[in-house]
């Protein structure tokens, strides 16, 4: 046999175990649980533009949500006819991810600003990268529509997908309602 396939069959065999150990590390040191202790959160508040979607720093305060994603509606303007509605979500990994966030907006809600999302029909995507450790929020503005029920409309969960090279993971946010 020749030697330089013997040298690189071991050199490609060592390369694999080194990848397939290190997946299996980072697989065995991702959180169960929150990362984020309770005493670091407070409320959010619609101080900023609803357009502005911003990335926080592991240092910074976070809002009170459901971990890793969660949905809030404010009423942006008393007695008015927009509403703003703020999506929270966290990587708590210690690896960078992929994020694809969707929300599907219902009948009697028309989108005035999606915070740079896709709007598909009835849905808004957006897609984006998340250094480890962050935390995103996303703004949507939206108002209502002539026909909007006086019962209000339920806001399904947005729906958050991570992925990586060792594979993906799915969340889902409480549903949430909106009235005027």
Do not use: H
């Given at each position: 046999m020749n030697k330089n396939f013997i040298?690189?069959?071991?050199?490609?065999t060592l390369a694999f175990i080194s990848l397939t150990a290190y997946l299996v590390f980072i697989k065995i040191n991702q959180p169960k649980s929150s990362v984020v202790s309770p005493q670091t959160r407070n409320q959010i508040t619609p101080t900023k533009s609803p357009a502005e979607s911003q990335v926080i720093d592991p240092g910074q305060t976070i809002p009170d949500y459901a971990y890793p994603i969660g949905t809030k509606v404010f009423n942006n303007t008393p007695n008015g006819s927009d509403r703003l509605i703020i999506i929270s979500i966290d990587n708590p990994f210690d690896i960078d991810v992929n994020a694809k966030l969707t929300q599907n907006i219902p009948p009697g809600l028309i989108v005035g600003d999606s915070s740079g999302g896709v709007i598909d029909k009835d849905v808004l995507t957006w897609q984006f990268f998340m250094?480890?450790?962050?935390?995103?929020?996303?703004?949507?503005?939206v108002f209502f529509s002539n026909n909007f029920p006086s019962?209000?409309?339920?806001?399904?969960?947005?729906?958050?997908?991570y992925s990586n090279l060792t594979g993906s993971d799915t969340?889902?946010?409480?549903?949430?309602?909106?009235?005027?």
């Open positions: 040298f690189q069959s071991v050199v490609l250094p480890k450790k962050t935390f995103r929020e996303i703004r949507i503005m019962q209000g409309v339920t806001l399904k969960g947005a729906i958050l997908n969340y889902t946010a409480k549903d949430v309602l909106v009235t005027k």
